[in-house]
């Protein structure tokens, strides 16, 4: 039988000075994701979170990335949630702008704000919706450090090839929060992602 989400978190970093960095992808999807049910955040203490009254709630943690657990576990604690009825959306270095997967478990690649919602629930099997961000070694970005490439926003082909795979996941939704999770799968990872230009504008500064 399917297991309908309850909770669709999107990790990011809070602070205007975050918002529009590679980092924040995850959030961008939750902030898209209440747009169209439509839904209201609001500021939660307990849960270090904004969160929505709706069925899936969609938190989005005002801790900083590497302490999103905090923020995840006390929503768990308190819905009495399992692993299986939740999804983390994030940003995915593996993945080149433009693309978007979702998976289920598996490792973290370095990300700290997954590695951190894993130790906190005491397993990484929950779902992962993976926004590709690409990484700095794959262009022209190369001597650029992780850190530093994550914390900048993107030049504008690729902050739209990200818009891009934000609306594609958006579209399986439906799919998605029911639980039909094979079927979204399938839908998502078949439909064609869209191309950066193999030379994109070099990055700018992050906002202050």
């Keep these: 039988m399917a297991t309908p989400l309850r909770l669709v978190v999107g990790l990011g970093n809070p602070g205007r000075g975050y918002v529009a960095t590679r980092h924040n992808a995850g959030a961008w999807f939750v902030e898209r994701l209440a747009q169209r049910i439509p839904a209201e955040f609001r500021a939660q203490s307990r849960f270090h979170s904004l969160?929505?009254?709706?069925e899936p709630r969609l938190a989005l943690p005002q801790t900083f990335m590497n302490r999103s657990g905090l923020a995840v576990a006390a929503l768990t604690r308190f819905y009495r949630l399992s692993p299986g009825e939740i999804l983390v959306a994030h940003d995915e270095l593996d993945l080149k702008p433009g693309s978007v997967k979702l998976k289920h478990g598996?490792?973290?690649?370095?990300?700290?704000?997954?590695?951190?919602?894993?130790?906190?629930?005491?397993?990484?099997?929950?779902?992962?919706?993976?926004?590709?961000?690409?990484?700095?070694?794959?262009g022209a970005l190369s001597e650029q450090e992780v850190a530093d490439y994550v914390l900048r926003p993107p030049p504008e082909a690729e902050r739209l090839a990200m818009e891009d795979a934000i609306a594609r996941a958006l579209a399986v939704w439906p799919r998605?929060?029911?639980?039909?999770?094979?079927?979204?799968?399938?839908?998502?990872?078949?439909?064609?992602?869209?191309?950066?230009?193999?030379?994109?504008?070099s990055d700018r500064p992050a906002s202050a």
């Design 51 to 54: 969160v929505s009254a709706t």
């Design 106 to 138: 598996g490792g973290f690649a370095g990300h700290n704000g997954l590695k951190d919602i894993a130790t906190t629930l005491g397993t990484g099997d929950f779902w992962r919706l993976r926004i590709g961000i690409g990484h700095p070694r794959d």
């Design 176 to 201: 998605i929060a029911s639980g039909e999770t094979e079927r979204a799968m399938h839908e998502l990872h078949t439909r064609p992602q869209t191309d950066v230009p193999d030379n994109p504008a």
